[in-house]
């Protein structure tokens, strides 16, 4: 019973310390490749090459602001922390 424990922890050692081996010596670095792909971000500058969007002035324009005053319509004040985890 003695050998098995013994042989097991040979051979464990032994994997460890290939392992660590194979980690420092090999070669395991990648050839670099330089990639490039336009992107086009839908609320930002538009892609190069691209032509822009016409947006009217209205569009542009700052919603008005809600009236705080107003009672407000959803979910019921109960419930206003439903849901979170805290």
């Known amino acids: 019973m003695g050998r098995i424990f013994k042989a097991i922890l040979v051979l464990l050692v032994a994997a460890v310390l290939g392992t660590l081996g194979y980690a420092y010596?090999?070669?395991?670095?990648?050839?670099?490749?330089?990639?490039?792909?336009?992107?086009?971000?839908?609320d930002l500058a538009p892609?190069?090459?691209?032509?822009?969007?016409?947006v009217p002035e209205t569009a542009m324009a700052p919603a008005a602001p809600a009236d705080a005053s107003a009672p407000q319509s959803g979910a019921a004040p109960a419930a206003a922390g439903a849901g979170l985890d805290d």
Do not use: H, K
Not at 47 to 54: F, I, L, Y
């Open 47 to 54: 892609a190069p090459g691209s032509v822009a969007p016409v």
């Open 25 to 42: 010596f090999g070669d395991m670095s990648a050839e670099p490749v330089e990639i490039r792909t336009p992107v086009a971000l839908p």
